[in-house]
Every structure is written in C-alpha cells, then in structure tokens.
C-alpha cells in the first residue's frame, strides 16, 4: 500500500504550538508575565509557520547522466523535486541508496539544499565500483516548509539501473590465432591469398592480379613476378566460463577481486580484443551464472556479450550440475577461464583438447589467501593447492597452456606458441 | 550489539559539517538558556535543570524529536515553580531568545539527515524570520514589562492582549514578507 504524499507537521512545529499553548495558559492561571514572554517566540514561529504552509505536495524524478558506464567511471544521479509545479518549501533534502557496489560523492549519498519553492534539483556523483546491474533508489525526499513548521511525507521517486560494464580491463594480444578459417577478418592465415601482409615475390601466374605485379623485380629479371600475400582470415573463439566457484572477495576495480571478477573482466576483455578483429566469439558458461551467447561478430554481438556477463549473479549460490558441452566448430580457439578449483575445469579442458579443439586455459584464482583461517584449514588449503598445481601440470602435459590473467599481454606468447603448434605436422595429441 | 556500534561509527565518519553546526547551535542556545534561568538570585530546583541538560542533549543528538519540547518545557517550568519575582528583567529576554534560536537551529537540523552535504549558508537559510520573531519578542517583553508596571498585581488580561498583538504582527509580517 503506498501512502499519499502531504505536508505534515513537524516535531518542530507541534513544539511551538504547544509550548505557546503551555506557556499561555501558564501566564493566565498563575498571572505570570514573564511566562509570557518565554511564551512570545514560540508563538510567533507557530504563527509564521502555521501562514506559510505549502498546500500541495511535490512530486521527485531520479534521473542518472549515463545509464550504462564502466566499472570506476563516474556518472550524476539527480534528483528533480517539484518538476509538477508544487511547492518544494525552503530546504529539499534527498538521500540515495544502493549496493555496496556503488560508492557516491559525497559519501553519504544525502544532500541539502536551499529551495525558493519551485523545481528543485540536486545531484550527487555516482561511481559504480563493480559491474552489473545496481539498482539506484531514493529511500528519502523531504522538503521542509519556512521555519521548519511542515515536512512532505511519502514522496517517492522510483528507481533507475546503473548497468556498469566490465571492460576495465586492458587487454590486447597480437593477431597470431591458430586455425583462421573463415572468410573476413584480420589473422594472417597459413595459406596465401588475397590480404595486405607480403608473403614472397614469385613468377606470374595465370589467375594472379595485375595489381599484384612488381615492376622492379620484373623489369630487372625480365621476366613478369608478382608480390604474393598472405590471406586475412576470422577465427572462431569460444570464451568458457568455469563460474562454479566464486573464490575470494570483491572489492570492485579499486580492491581484491574474486575469481568470478577476474573471469568477467577477462571475458570481457577478451571479447572486445577478438571482436575488434573481426572475429566471432561465443560464450558458454559452465556455472550457470552467465547465460550462454551463440557465436557472433561486430559491436552489438560485443553488446550482446557485455549484457549476459553483467547480469551474472555473484555469491556462493548452490549450482545444479555443470554443463555439458556439445562439440562445437573445428579449429575454434577456445579461452577457458577457470579459477581450477572444481572437478569439472579440468574434466571438460581435457574433454575439449581430446576432441582436437586449441584450449587456452586462464588461471582465474586470485592471488591472495582471502581471510586468516584455522591452522587446519590452512594445511587443508595447502594440500588442495599441491593438487591444483598437479591438475595444472597434467593440462600442460596434454599440451593445454595455462596462464595466470595479467591483463594486457596476457595471451601473446600462448597464441604464438600454439600458432606454431598448429602450423605443425598433424598428430594425434 | 557489534553492527550497532558498526553502524554508529560509519555514520559519525559521514557527518555533514552543516548539520552539525546546527546541533552545535542547538548545544549553545540550550546552555545559554539554561546559564540564563540559573543566572537571577533564586533558587532553581535542580531536577528541572539536570532534565533540560538531559534533554538538550537529546534535542541535539535527534532534533526531530520530542526532546526539544521537554527542554522548553523544562525550563519554563523550572521559570514557573522557581522565581520569586514576576517582573520582565533581561534574564527573561535573554532565555527566550535562547529557546527561540534553539528551536529554529534544531528545525534546521531535523529538515536534512545527519549525514547531509550542504552548502554553509544553509545555516542562515531562516535568520531573517528568526529576527523578525526576536524582535517580537523583545518588543512583547517591553510592552509586557510596561503595562505590567502600569496595572496593580499584573493584568493578565493586559498581558494577552500584547501577545495577540505580537502574534498579529508577527503573522502580518510573514505574510508580506518576500522571504519564503
């Protein structure tokens, strides 16, 4: 049930009238005088009070300067109070709130300002720390009337979603992939063709463009040579989130980060590194926290990625069975992020890297110990890190590189290596 | 008992400068007003003196709450039961416009939340009404002290009289006053 909104009396104003009340009939009944003096004030802040009460109730709209934003940029909530032309009184106050994900400017979220009784607006600088979905609402809008004397009760101004994307992390890698297959694109392909990298100057044949012919070489070997490329090809990448577990604490961009942080600005960094490219990206997440994203390329497929990595839920919450992967493209480059704490990561990179798939594992642990724990807990933590540095040998051992996120750089030399490994006489592996 | 204390110490880091200048104002017009009830040669008691430091404190910490009538009330009563003389002197003044500054600078603070981001002149955000009613006061206690030395056993009747003529002023002036 929602309340009306209305002027009310204050605490401020039933003070004044009843101490003018008390201190008058004090004054009568016991013929005091100077009662009436103490009385004096008090009636006439009720009586000023009383003349300048608003009538009609003001109504607030909360507006945000950019609905979406990156994690650590900083945007304006405002607050617009009495937009309907109703009397906001003398001072509006207003109060924010949300998530701990989102810090504020000043750090209350609660600010006070002068109103000549018309619209009032005011605004408070807003950052979102952490992505995803905050919702921003307004628990408190008062206008208080002259002198204190009348307060609006019950005014509410709905609330706004900051959508707060993951891209804060830099990333960017060199253009070796290790199958480019497909027709556009910006990889350098293992086979010559039409592009803009040169690859060798060679006799003219037939079929070759005249384009294709360099002068220089030819007008010295008197014969008709063309500069050959290498052609530019797209690759398929498919990112696999291992969201099982989220190990460690969030403190958004300025603090730790938890493995589920690292993961969804990873893959989110990763995403825009391939996009850019011209390359098609997928997105499975075996968690289930963040909805699958079939293979797609340009900047809303980008879009498309950034919305179902922001909607992913944190929290410890009980998963139902992984899932399971069906077999997706030859040749594609699949970027497993994991923090390789559950049996599933290394069950389904094994299962992927058997069906002949290039698997780039990124270690999504997060480098410090969380909390000081019991000694057993540590011994037992220890034990679990011997074994998880053990899984993480056997995945080299099956030709799977694991490498810890660092950011930009962090899959050049993996790339270049597995590049090279495609370039390799087949094997069975 | 570990969050309480948790969430008392968050909001004292996130006070606002303005509203507690307000409360502070609050502090200083309470101790004035109590200074200027104890100041004339009679006898007090202590009860209503030790309530209204009580329940300055209160008004202070929560202005929009009861706190700010029982230290009016306090002292009124403690004027009431403790004088031995009815005439209109400064220290009668003085305490009403120690309760009347009290009462606006605690309107003030309970108008924002504790935490609030103001500029400072919302400080003076309500002088001019506040003088216009000290002015009152000050010309109602002239007029009180007046037609009090004037009538035999003060009338009361009289005493009413200038108080309806102040309230009347004082309503005319705020309703001609281009101060919101």
């Given at each position: 049930m929602t309340r009306a909104t209305r002027w009310l009396p204050t605490h401020a104003h039933l003070r004044a009238v009843a101490m003018a009340a008390v201190g008058v009939l004090i004054a009568i009944l016991a013929g005091r005088p100077d009662i009436a003096v103490l009385a004096a004030p008090f009636i006439g802040v009720a009586a000023w009070g009383a003349h300048r009460r608003p009538r009609r109730a003001p109504s607030a709209e909360l507006v945000l300067a950019e609905a979406t934003v990156f994690e650590g940029q900083v945007t304006t909530t405002t607050v617009t109070v009495?937009?309907?032309?109703?009397s906001t009184g003398d001072i509006v106050a207003i109060s924010l709130a949300a998530g701990p994900a989102v810090t504020w400017r000043p750090r209350s979220a609660a600010r006070a300002s002068a109103s000549a009784g018309g619209p009032a607006t005011s605004s408070i600088a807003t950052r979102a720390v952490r992505w995803g979905r905050h919702s921003i609402s307004v628990p408190a809008v008062a206008c208080t009337s002259t002198l204190g004397a009348f307060r609006t009760d019950g005014i509410a101004a709905g609330a706004v979603v900051l959508t707060t994307l993951p891209l804060s992390a830099e990333f960017d890698a060199g253009d070796a992939v290790p199958r480019p297959a497909g027709?556009?694109?910006l990889h350098r392909a293992n086979r010559q063709g039409g592009g803009s990298e040169p690859a060798e100057v060679r006799p003219f044949r037939v079929?070759?463009?005249?384009?294709?012919?360099?002068w220089r070489v030819s007008s010295r070997t008197g014969e008709l040579h063309v500069t050959s490329t290498w052609s530019d090809r797209d690759t398929h990448v498919l990112l696999l989130l291992d969201t099982e577990a989220d190990v460690g604490r969030s403190e958004g961009v300025d603090g730790r980060a938890s493995s589920l942080d690292i993961a969804v600005r990873a893959a989110a960094a990763i995403a825009e590194h391939f996009l850019r490219a011209g390359d098609r990206v997928g997105l499975i997440d075996l968690g289930r926290r963040v909805r699958s994203v079939p293979p797609g390329s340009g900047r809303r497929h980008l879009r498309r990625l950034l919305d179902a990595l922001v909607a992913a839920e944190a929290g410890p919450n009980h998963r139902p069975e992984p899932v399971q992967l069906r077999p997706t493209e030859a040749g594609a480059l699949v970027v497993f992020l994991s923090?390789?704490?559950?049996?599933a990561g290394p069950t389904q990179i094994a299962q992927l890297a058997h069906h002949g798939h290039t698997v780039v594992v990124v270690d999504t642990l997060?480098?410090?110990?969380?909390q000081p724990v019991p000694p057993w807990t540590a011994l037992a933590t220890r034990v679990r890190a011997l074994e998880r540095a053990a899984e993480i040998d056997h995945l080299g051992e099956m030709g799977v590189p694991v490498v810890r996120w660092q950011?930009?750089?962090?899959?050049d030399q993996v790339l270049r290596d597995v590049s090279r490994l495609a370039m390799a006489p087949r094997g069975r592996r | 008992m570990t969050d309480w204390w948790r969430s008392i110490r968050a909001t004292v880091r996130l006070l606002g400068r303005v509203p507690v200048m307000a409360r502070a104002v609050v502090l200083l017009s309470s101790a004035v007003a109590i200074a200027a009830t104890i100041a004339p040669a009679w006898d007090v008691p202590d009860g209503y003196l030790y309530l209204a430091v009580l329940t300055a404190l209160v008004a202070a910490t929560?202005?929009?709450?009861g706190g700010g009538f029982c230290f009016a009330a306090a002292i009124t009563v403690a004027w009431a039961v403790g004088a031995d003389t009815y005439a209109v002197g400064p220290a009668v003044v003085v305490t009403a416009l120690a309760l009347l500054v009290g009462h606006v600078a605690g309107a003030l603070a309970a108008a924002?939340?504790?935490t609030a981001d103001a500029d400072p002149s919302l400080l003076l955000r309500w002088w001019r009404p506040t003088a216009v009613v000290a002015g009152g006061t000050v010309a109602t206690a002239a007029l009180v002290a007046a037609l009090d030395a004037r009538s035999r056993g003060g009338s009361i009747v009289l005493v009413v009289a200038a108080l309806v003529v102040a309230a009347t002023g004082v309503w005319w002036w705020s309703s001609t006053s281009g101060e919101a």
């Open positions: 009495g937009a309907d032309g109703a027709l556009v694109g079929g070759d463009r005249l384009r294709r012919i360099n923090p390789l704490v559950g049996p997060p480098d410090e110990p969380t950011g930009r750089g962090t899959l | 929560v202005p929009d709450s924002m939340p504790a």
